[in-house]
């Protein structure tokens, strides 16, 4: 779902920047939910850029892939359009379920997996080795969607006119979502502050030098929890040091490739 959702990271796509004056186009259309609780499971992208270009105008969704909706929530608005466009088919347009999904929508597999991973540290369970095996699978989505173009909001007609603006996560926010909980509920386990050392400068290596300044942020706000959550100066230092498997194998930093 990441390879095809966004393309290579050296693609164009995605590249363009929103018109100075997008927000300043009328709104002439509101589409509201009216229904029970519902999440937005996928959009149909291409369905909705050509709803917007027969109208003449621009539709901005203002909810995401994987928001719950509730009863008068706004979905989607419309600017600039010459006239309505049905409101039966933007809805077709917007697939709708009980439960996320992982159709177009990679939080949702990190999510379920930091959730793995924050229930095995809960005082409980108590399992910090079941932690760090999430935390494998969450570094390899993370490599994947740090090597592709993560800006691709903006859509286009066949003329190159703006039609459709989507909210996507940034590199940013998956991290957060990635790292903050578990960094929070295994600040006092050495062996996940290992593991966390070790994704992050393991993401850093690898990954494109655009990616490094939310890395090294994440870096920077590792070592202030191991600084806070050891007294023991000994405990500090074995708590930062990098290892894959927690308490297995420590080495030094990881080399950029």
Same mark, same amino acid.
């Given at each position: 779902?990441?390879?095809?959702?966004?393309?290579?990271?050296?693609?164009?796509?995605?590249?363009?920047?929103?018109?100075?004056?997008?927000?300043?186009?009328?709104?002439?259309?509101?589409?509201?939910?009216?229904?029970?609780?519902?999440?937005?499971?996928?959009?149909?992208?291409?369905?909705?850029?050509?709803?917007?270009?027969?109208?003449?105008?621009? =539709?901005?969704?203002? *909810?995401?892939?994987?928001?719950?909706?509730?009863?008068?929530?706004? /979905? +989607?608005?419309? %600017? @600039?359009? #010459?006239?309505?466009?049905?409101?039966?088919?933007?809805?077709?347009?917007?697939?709708?379920?009980?439960?996320?999904?992982?159709?177009?929508?990679?939080?949702?597999?990190?999510?379920?997996?930091?959730?793995?991973?924050?229930?095995?540290?809960?005082?409980? =369970?108590?399992?910090? *080795?079941?932690?760090?095996?999430?935390?494998?699978?969450?570094?390899? /989505? +993370?490599?994947? %969607? @740090?090597? #592709?173009?993560?800006?691709?909001?903006?859509?286009?007609?066949?003329?190159?006119?703006?039609?459709?603006?989507?909210?996507?996560?940034?590199?940013?926010?998956?991290?957060?979502?990635?790292?903050?909980?578990?960094?929070?509920?295994?600040?006092?386990?050495?062996?996940?502050?290992?593991?966390?050392?070790?994704?992050?400068?393991?993401?850093?290596?690898? /990954?494109?030098?655009?990616?490094?300044?939310?890395?090294?942020?994440?870096?920077?706000?590792?070592?202030?929890?191991?600084?806070?959550?050891?007294?023991?100066?000994?405990?500090?230092?074995?708590?930062?040091?990098?290892?894959?498997?927690?308490?297995?194998?420590?080495?030094?930093?990881?080399?950029?490739?």
């Amino acid at each position: 779902m990441i390879e095809a959702t966004y393309p290579e990271a050296d693609s164009k796509a995605g590249a363009a920047s929103l018109p100075d004056d997008f927000h300043q186009l009328p709104v002439t259309q509101t589409l509201i939910h009216r229904a029970h609780p519902d999440v937005i499971q996928a959009l149909n992208t291409l369905a909705l850029v050509g709803l917007a270009k027969k109208s003449g105008g621009i =539709i901005e969704m203002l *909810t995401a892939v994987g928001d719950t909706v509730v009863e008068l929530t706004p /979905l +989607l608005r419309v %600017l @600039g359009a #010459r006239q309505p466009i049905d409101e039966r088919a933007l809805t077709r347009a917007i697939e709708m379920g009980e439960e996320r999904t992982f159709d177009q929508d990679p939080k949702y597999a990190i999510r379920l997996l930091v959730d793995i991973a924050i229930k095995a540290l809960s005082p409980a =369970i108590n399992d910090p *080795t079941t932690a760090v095996q999430a935390l494998d699978q969450i570094e390899d /989505l +993370l490599l994947r %969607l @740090g090597s #592709r173009c993560l800006e691709i909001g903006e859509f286009r007609d066949s003329e190159g006119q703006l039609r459709l603006v989507v909210p996507y996560p940034s590199w940013e926010d998956f991290l957060r979502l990635a790292f903050d909980e578990i960094r929070y509920c295994g600040s006092h386990s050495v062996q996940v502050m290992r593991r966390m050392m070790a994704l992050v400068n393991d993401l850093i290596s690898r /990954l494109p030098e655009n990616r490094d300044p939310a890395l090294l942020h994440w870096e920077e706000r590792l070592q202030t929890t191991i600084a806070r959550s050891f007294d023991d100066v000994e405990e500090k230092q074995e708590a930062s040091v990098e290892d894959r498997q927690g308490l297995g194998v420590p080495r030094k930093h990881a080399a950029k490739v």
